[in-house]
């Protein structure tokens, strides 16, 4: 009926709207790295005033990867698992997790419960969008080292995808960087990468996102039809 396909739309929309803004910070960086700053600066959440060209691409594609478990299917997978009730209860949490989570002393305990909330409802579509861009490497996956680096990694979910993306282009993800003037180091996914990225490699991250979503719609109409 037409909820249904308004719910479709939407998902849709949501992974034109991801691709468009990562595709923008490709572009950006074509022009000049002030440009790419700026494209990058509106998806990311970190300091990207001192970025270089390598450290504007990695964060592009990271967000990508991201984005993509936590946008566009987590939603879908909500939706296919309880319908639309299901599917606004993971918008609503995830929103409130984006808009609050610790952010604010006031709403320190509802942020608390977001975040540990969004994460648990993210717990399947992380690893389920691994599993989709995993889908898309040219050379053997190991998935061992996945596993591996999604524990280390700052977020319980976000570091599934974004492995399994690094894999897939054969790029260093992750490493240092700065948020509000200080400088964190984290851990390396796919260390052994290329560090040197482009906006050529932003563009092949656009590329697997696609190819990724055609797979999971996919399988989400034989899941359907069962």
């Known amino acids: ?28 960086l074509r022009t000049s790295i002030e440009e790419g700053r700026f494209a990058v600066s509106m998806i990311v959440s970190r300091d990207t005033k001192d970025m270089n060209e390598a450290q504007v691409a990695r964060s592009a594609i990271e967000s990508a990867a991201e984005n993509f478990s936590d946008g ?31 952010k604010t002393e006031k709403y320190h305990e509802f942020g ?46 976000a570091g599934w995808p974004e492995a399994a993306m690094a894999r897939a282009i054969n790029v260093a993800l992750a490493g ?13 996914v796919n260390e052994t990468g290329r560090q040197t990225i482009t906006a050529d490699d932003v563009d092949a991250a656009v590329r697997i996102l696609w190819r990724a979503w055609n797979l999971a719609w996919i399988a989400i109409i034989v899941v359907s039809l069962i």
Request: glycine residues 6%.
């Open 1 to 28: 009926g037409w909820v249904i396909e308004i719910i479709v739309a939407a998902i849709l929309l949501a992974q034109k709207s991801l691709v468009d803004h990562v595709r923008a910070v490709a572009t950006g």
């Open 112 to 157: 608390w419960a977001s975040a540990r909330f969004d994460d648990l409802l993210n717990w399947i579509p992380a690893r389920l969008s691994m599993l989709l861009i995993a889908v898309f490497t040219k050379r053997p996956v190991d998935f061992r080292a996945i596993v591996s680096e999604a524990k280390r990694h700052k977020s319980p979910n």
């Open 176 to 188: 240092p960087r700065s948020y509000d003037g200080q400088l964190q180091q984290l851990p390396w």
């Open 72 to 102: 566009v299917i987590a939603p879908a997978f909500w939706f296919l698992v309880g319908g639309l009730p299901a599917m606004l209860v993971y918008k609503f949490v995830n929103t409130a997790d984006s808009m609050i989570g610790y």
